[in-house]
């Protein structure tokens, strides 16, 4: 049980609740998730069960593909249908040239101010914390980019659109900038996402299945094994002999390391794995403390003694 599963979470719940359902649902301890959800969100969770825990900074700032509307008509509190209205809702009817001028805006690095209701951390604790106290604090706007935005339809009120952004981008945030740029303020009023990294929607169960597999005992085949994770990074072979000391945390020689791999640079992870395929850790390339050359330091191990 150590891998990826992924999953189309439904409306209402929460990525913690599906967190929460999986490890009840097949008794696994460990299980945590990639690229937080809010409820009102569907679409690709990327569930990791197991020793693919250890793995989940190394995934979790992967881009993301959503597809979402933007209302126009007025602004919320917090960004989307669930927020108070700020100012009179009024009926908007956007020309698609004015749109299509206006998309490019918002393409490329951009800095944006995360939503006041959101799970951004000041202080150690999340802003919509203290906006549902009332407190008011100040938040950095922080800088993102956005690979691709295309209008996939316009209706009156509404804009269709699929965006291609990096980590940390607000959907939420980018709806209500592109209100405000119109002049008429919008909210985002539904968001389903449909790519993180390589891992497409096509591919995830939806959360009702996920109980049909356990019935008839079908997880494993839906599981990614941690061996097909990060197939970017370069590879090496070691021994049985290397496969010892990475288990207790001991560098390894280049020597050691059987397969030609590139040079990685110097902050470049690698992949360990035994002659079976397994994978056994990853760790970097290091200097050697009498600058003899360079050894492989095992930093994430994900098979025990």
């Known amino acids: 049980m150590n891998g990826v599963l992924l999953v189309d979470k439904p409306l209402g719940f929460t990525s913690h609740d599906v967190v929460a359902y999986t490890r009840r649902l097949f008794q696994i301890k460990k299980v945590g998730h990639l690229g937080t959800l809010d409820p009102l969100a569907t679409g690709l969770l990327v569930l990791c069960l197991g020793k693919a825990t250890r793995l989940a900074k190394f995934m979790s700032g992967w881009d993301k593909v959503y597809t979402g509307i933007v209302r126009l008509s007025h602004s919320t509190t917090t960004y989307d249908l669930e927020g108070e209205p700020l100012g009179k809702p009024t009926d908007v009817r956007v020309q698609k040239e004015k749109i299509i001028s206006l998309l490019p805006g918002f393409h490329g690095r951009i800095r944006q101010l995360p939503p006041k209701f959101s799970a951004k951390k ?8 203290y906006a549902r106290q009332g407190i008011p604090v100040q938040v950095e706007a922080v800088e993102i980019e956005i690979y691709d935005i295309k209008l996939l339809n316009l209706l009156p009120n509404q804009l269709w659109l699929r965006v291609s952004c990096s980590a940390g981008t607000y959907l939420r945030s980018l709806a209500h900038d592109i209100g405000q740029a119109l002049g008429c303020g919008g909210y985002l009023s ?10 497409s929607l096509a591919d995830a169960l939806p959360m009702d299945q996920l109980f049909r597999i356990c019935q008839k005992d079908k997880l ?3 599981i990614i094994p941690v061996e ?5 990074l370069p590879a090496l072979i070691v021994d049985s002999q290397g496969r010892r000391k990475l288990l207790h945390g001991m560098r390894l020689s280049r020597g050691e390391c059987q397969g030609k791999i590139p040079i990685p640079a110097e902050k470049d992870y690698c992949k360990a794995l035994d002659q079976q395929g397994k994978l056994l850790a990853l760790g970097r390339f290091v200097q050697t403390d009498d ?3 360079e050894e492989f330091q095992p930093e994430v191990v994900l098979v025990d003694r």
């Open 122 to 129: 000041v202080r150690g604790k999340p802003i919509h914390r």
């Open 190 to 199: 539904y968001l389903r996402r449909v790519r993180f990294g390589s891992f």
């Open 220 to 222: 494993e085949e839906k």
């Open 228 to 232: 097909a994770l990060l197939p970017e």
């Open 291 to 293: 600058s003899s050359g």
